[in-house]
């Protein structure tokens, strides 16, 4: 490979690399960014400032045709305006197909202006506030246009037990006896305890992941000691009153 194929290599892996980047930032922060907000139009150009640092080069194979503060894609009989030159230039150097499916499943977002938007808007008078500068674009339903008389709201917290029932429970002091890690296990441990009965009490817990077994040897802890416990014979899903 003689130098200046190198150098054509080294350029295309780095501006394809750079393809990546740019494109992953810019639809991972809008898709974040969208619904907080939502009343705003969203600038591509806000969402990708200080994330990268655009590639400064006099290399043809970075350069792009300067539109102003917009730049045009066709993608599918529609041209579709960018406000983001470091976008700009990592789109234009993919194949068009790839350019389309970007735009089809990233890119679908308020800050796309179509150039036939105001001469639509013109010949239809239903699409009056479809699309317009400095509203959401058509991309929201507002909230006063949405039947939310069928919508369920779920609590935010739902007691498991009720104050009645863990009011009930026995808690008591326990002395660490003994504490060992349970085998083919990555979260119980077992214990033995002294709970004051003169009979060794042995429980597991789901606690391996906080704390080792020797750090809870002659540790006082607290533990529910009136559990229900059933005979064997009872079967699963049995309801008991």
Known sequence: MTEQEAYQEHIRYTHDTYCRIVIRHASFDAARTLAARWKREISLEYLTEEKFVPLSTTDEYFQVQDYGETYP???RGQTIFLDSCSL??????????TQEEMFLYYFQLP???SLDSSASKKADGKAEGAQTAGD???FFTPNSKIDFSNVKIEPLFEEAVDFETFSKSDFRAVKVKECVAVPKSKKLLQFTLDDGTGTDRTILSGIHAYYEPEELVGKTLIAITNLLMVDNHIPAGAKLY
């Open 111 to 113: 800050t796309m202006k």
């Open 88 to 97: 700009a230039v990592a789109l234009a150097r993919l194949p068009e197909q």
């Open 136 to 138: 959401n674009n058509g």
């Open 73 to 75: 894609f066709s993608v």
